[in-house]
């Protein structure tokens, strides 16, 4: 059997999405959230099939249309990468949006989209930049003490902004591009440690984002992050759900007031503008606004003919 993936690359300050318009299977209706399950339980290797090689590469994000159970979105998006799914992902909603765009789906105007975390609405501005209104976010814990071997003990924060986050300010390797490698091995250690500690988020969440926080070198910008995400691969762009889990951290802190504009600077030199106002229905929690743009890369079918014995992708 051939199957014929219809499907649009963008990427976001240099991190790409992978978006499927036409040609997998059916996920049938209901939540997002019970979507999401069909499809991790039922047709994971499509995914597999997106972004694992040798059709794929292991940084890159997908991004699965679908009809949206709320009629007032514009579209329903389930989000994934090489080794599982997310609840939301800024960078990729921002290029889900030039997509549309793209397509002529959509013009400028403020737009809708349902995820399996919640509604989030974004903003395309004739320009051809993206704003994009988060899920709340919210810090759950601060000053953690986690022992990270060989480099002792770390603090850090854990948040929620879309996906979980701990995130590290001042981490013991300097957050510059030259130092990608060396980051990647620290980040990497925290999760490990994270794991041993049994660290996790409300009712057991993963924490699966490690977000090391430095000054930035771009002369606009506030800070600087290097992201990790989940299958060991770090985020090119200022990662969007990143930066609402540090606002959350900042306005717990009183650092940061309510419609003051962050600059985000990621390791790649990209830059997110954002802000925040306080959530009416929680003191404790912020609505995240980011401001952001992508670009079309590549409109493409995939091709899995199931005789080729890599169709599914290989096993990262």
């Known amino acids: 059997m051939i199957h014929r993936l219809r499907v649009l690359d963008t990427h976001t300050g240099g991190e790409p999405t992978r978006i499927l318009l036409e040609g997998g299977p059916d996920l049938g209706r209901g939540s997002l959230a019970a979507r999401l399950e069909r499809l991790r339980n039922q047709h994971d290797r ?9 059709r794929g590469a292991a940084h890159w994000v997908g991004a699965w249309l679908v009809e949206p159970a709320d009629s007032s979105c514009i579209a329903g998006v389930i989000f994934f990468n090489n080794v599982g799914y997310l609840g939301m992902c800024g960078h990729g909603a921002i290029g889900l949006m030039a997509a549309l765009a793209w397509l002529g789906r959509i013009g400028p105007g403020r737009h809708r989209l349902e995820t399996p975390v ?73 999760r490990r440690a994270l794991d041993a500690s049994d660290i996790r988020g409300p009712e ?5 984002h490690v977000e090391l926080l430095g000054p930035p070198t771009h002369p606009e910008a506030h800070s600087r992050n290097f992201v990790l995400c989940p299958g060991g691969q ?8 990143g930066t609402c889990a540090h606002l959350a951290c900042l306005y717990a802190e009183g650092q940061l007031a309510p419609g003051t504009i962050w600059r985000q600077e990621g390791i790649g030199g990209a830059l997110f503008e954002a802000y925040f106002e306080r959530d009416p229905e929680d003191p404790n929690r912020i609505i995240p606004w ?22 599914w992708g290989m096993e990262p």
Not at 143 to 162: F, I, S, T
Not at 204 to 208: N, P, Q, R, V
Not at 294 to 310: F, G, Q, Y
């Open 204 to 208: 057991g969440a993963l924490i699966d």
């Open 118 to 190: 919640g509604v989030v609405e974004a903003e395309l501005r004739a320009d051809g930049q993206v704003c994009l209104r988060n899920v709340p976010a919210y810090r759950y814990r601060a000053a953690l003490a986690l022992e990270v071997p060989p480099w002792g003990v770390v603090q850090g924060d854990v948040a929620w902004g879309g996906n979980w986050f701990f995130l590290v300010h001042d981490p013991p390797v300097a957050v510059r591009p030259e130092n990608r490698e060396a980051l990647w091995a620290f980040a990497q250690a925290v």
């Open 46 to 54: 499509f995914r597999r099939a997106m972004l694992c090689e040798p």
């Open 234 to 241: 770090y985020d090119r762009s200022p990662c969007g759900t």
């Open 290 to 311: 980011i401001v952001g743009e992508a670009h079309v890369m590549a409109e493409a079918n995939l091709i899995l003919d199931e005789r080729d014995p890599l169709c």
